[in-house]
C-alpha cells in the first residue's frame, strides 16, 4: 500500500449536511492509475459506544468511492445508481477510513468495482459495489429545494443502551422474538440530489437493526465484530413525513457466528432494500 494524500482526510469538494452526517471527506480519481480513493471519519457524536466506527458508515463510502471508479472509468455521460453493495472485514474499523477502489468491468449499462479498506491501522476488508445508468434521472441542483422534512425522534423501548449513534439518528429501538425494529425519520440532510435518502444512510439504519437483534439472541459474554454486509436496493427510499423501519431477524447463531437478515421498509409497507449481515462473536470471558 502508498501512502498518499487520501489518508488526510480532505474536505469535500461540497459541503453541506450530508457529508457532515455521513462523515465523508475529499474523493480523488487518479486517470492514471484508474484508481478511486475517499475517506470518512466519524465524531464521537456518531460512534459506537467503544470509540470505533459503526459497521453501517463502511456502506457509505464503500457506496461512494466504488461508484465513483465505475462511473469515471466507465466515462458514462447519464447519472448512475448502485443496486448492490458488499463488503467484508477482519475487525472493527478505528479512526479514519479509507476505500481504494479500481473498476474491474463495465459496458454502456453497468460496472463493477472493487476497493480495499482501510484505517489507521491499516488494511481491514474488502467492498465491492454494482452500479447502473439511469438515462434522465432527475436531480436536484439546489439542495434547498429538497424536502423539508423533520428529523423526528423515536422511543427505545429497550435494556440496551442507544450508542451515541443512536442518538446522532434519534432512532427508537424495539425488540421482538428473534429481532429487532429501529424506527427513523430522517431529513434531506441524509440525501442524495435526488431526494431519496443516500445509499449509507440506508446502510446504517438496517445495520442498526442487525446490532440490536444479534446482541439480543447471542450469550451475554461475547463481544460483536460484525464481518460482512451484502444489501441489494430494491427501490429508492424517498424522503418523507413518514418513519421508516428497519427490521431485522436473526437467521442463525451459533458459538462463533450469528446470521441476520434485515429490509428496510419504506411508510408504504414496500422494502427499500434487503441486507444480510454476519457477526462474528468473539468470548470475553
Not at 475529499?26 to 465524531?43: E, K, L, M, N, V
Not at 474499523?93 to 468491468?105: F, I, K, L, Q
Request: glycine fraction near 8%; charged fraction near 20%; hydrophobic fraction near 40%.
Amino acid at each position: 500500500m502508498t501512502t498518499d494524500r487520501s489518508r488526510d482526510h480532505l474536505p469535500p469538494d461540497f459541503s453541506g449536511e450530508l457529508s457532515t452526517n455521513l462523515a465523508m471527506g475529499g474523493a480523488i480519481w487518479d486517470q492514471a492509475s484508474g484508481r478511486a480513493s475517499a475517506t470518512i471519519r466519524c465524531t464521537p457524536e456518531q460512534s459506537e459506544a467503544d470509540g470505533s466506527v459503526p459497521f453501517g458508515y463502511l456502506a457509505a463510502i464503500a457506496d461512494n468511492n466504488n461508484a465513483m471508479a465505475n462511473i469515471n472509468s466507465a466515462a458514462w455521460p447519464d447519472n448512475s445508481i448502485l443496486i448492490e453493495v458488499a463488503y467484508q472485514t477482519t475487525r472493527a474499523a478505528r479512526g479514519t477510513v479509507e476505500v481504494r477502489s479500481h473498476n474491474s468491468a463495465y459496458n454502456d449499462a453497468m460496472g463493477v468495482a472493487q476497493g480495499v479498506m482501510l484505517d489507521d491501522e491499516g488494511p481491514f476488508g474488502q467492498s465491492q459495489c454494482t452500479s447502473v445508468t439511469v438515462p434522465a434521472r432527475p436531480m436536484v441542483d439546489d439542495r434547498a429545494e429538497l424536502p423539508q422534512v423533520d428529523h423526528l425522534a423515536f422511543p427505545w423501548r429497550s435494556d440496551f443502551a442507544p450508542a451515541p449513534v443512536d442518538r446522532y439518528l434519534k432512532g427508537g429501538l424495539e425488540l421482538f422474538e428473534g429481532g429487532a425494529i429501529y424506527s427513523a425519520q430522517l431529513d434531506s440532510g441524509w440525501s442524495s440530489n435526488y431526494g431519496s435518502l443516500h445509499g449509507g444512510a440506508i446502510g446504517l439504519l438496517v445495520t442498526r437493526a442487525t446490532r440490536y437483534a444479534a446482541l439480543a439472541a447471542s450469550p451475554r459474554n461475547v463481544e460483536h465484530v460484525p464481518v460482512s454486509f451484502n444489501i441489494n436496493y430494491v427501490r429508492p427510499a424517498m424522503v418523507a413525513p413518514a418513519p421508516m423501519k428497519a427490521v431485522a431477524r436473526v437467521i442463525a447463531v451459533t458459538t462463533r457466528f450469528c446470521t441476520l437478515e434485515s429490509e428496510l421498509i419504506l411508510p408504504s409497507g414496500k422494502p427499500a432494500a434487503r441486507c444480510r449481515v454476519i457477526h462474528r462473536l468473539v468470548p470475553t470471558g
